[in-house]
């Protein structure tokens, strides 16, 4: 039987941020040469608003940027809570200045990964999105989400299979994790909405033995959690749901919800009514617990953080998001945030709300 509560010897999280790390290089491209973010805003400052209009951007893709050229120190709020330069790029970044390395930064504004990325910055849509309801995507169908009326690779059995398995690599260090610091006191049942592979269901089925749980995603992808659940000896705890969380009665019983990792993939708008749907679900006293990355609460990092979500803009419809902007979720389905939030590993860490 594997063991779901195996800590990792070393820490995966460089691997990550080394995998990541070309939206670096992507973004600053975007900025320079194709919006001429540092030129414009040399002639003066924008507020957030006047941001959108000036470089045609809409509100999830303008975050994306500005979070990251904050990280980079390229960035600031001014006192009225402008965008402006800081020293550093108005020096290198404006054309015309004597030290400017704006044109040698834009050779590689040609590289498909940038042009892509400019693509998905300008017309807020992730990458293979149909255009309308009902359209052929222009790309295949998206990759990790699902919602009805979407193509969605989750629904090929051989292509969720994939995913499903490659998505478990990160969640099989971190599990382990959420286990010893996610709080379960008075749970019994406990949603994993979204779960794929189960695997933080299962290390936490681990972690108490007299703790039941749902795994509720795609069918496709419940096949990969039944295996696993066998693997790791807990079919007899794990029952496994399929459903649409976007349409579906929520699963009754469970005092605790958790996402993982699911979040992120979505809106705000969105969110808020996952959010919403969940917490009606719950009992009073019962908990939603947002396992995910988060930014800081100025939108000014971290710049591993940032930059996870360029990399998740460009293939969901959602960010990488901040814990205020959590809580607020949080609060408008009537659930109070409980503390500060309580890292477990590779960026992640776990904030919960409870219904009053």
Known sequence: MLNALALPRQDPTAIFEAARAHFASDLLIAAVHHLKVFDVLAVRPLSIDEA???????ERPLVVLFTALRAFGLVRDDAQGRLTLTDLAREHLVAGAYFAVADYIGLGAGAPS???LVERLRSDRPAGAA???GAKSDGGGLAFIYRKGME?????????????????GRAKNVAPVLAARLDL???????DVGGGTGIYAIALLQKHPRLRAQVWDRPEVLKVAAEMAAAYGVQDRLELIPGDMFADPVP?????MLLSNILHDWDVPTCRTLIARLAAALPQGGCVHIHDVFLNDALD???????YSANLFVITEGRAYSAQEYRAMLASAGLAAAGAVEPTLVHCGVLSGRKA
């Open 185 to 191: 006191a008075g749970v019994e049942v406990l949603l």
């Open 114 to 116: 940038v042009v892509n």
């Open 252 to 256: 009754a019983g469970a005092q605790a």
């Open 152 to 168: 969605s690779a989750m629904e090929d059995e051989a292509s969720a299979r994939r995913l499903t398995l490659a998505l478990a």
């Open 52 to 58: 959108g209009r000036e470089f045609g951007l809409a």
């Open 301 to 307: 990092g971290p710049l591993p953080v940032a930059l």
């Open 131 to 133: 255009t309308m309801a």
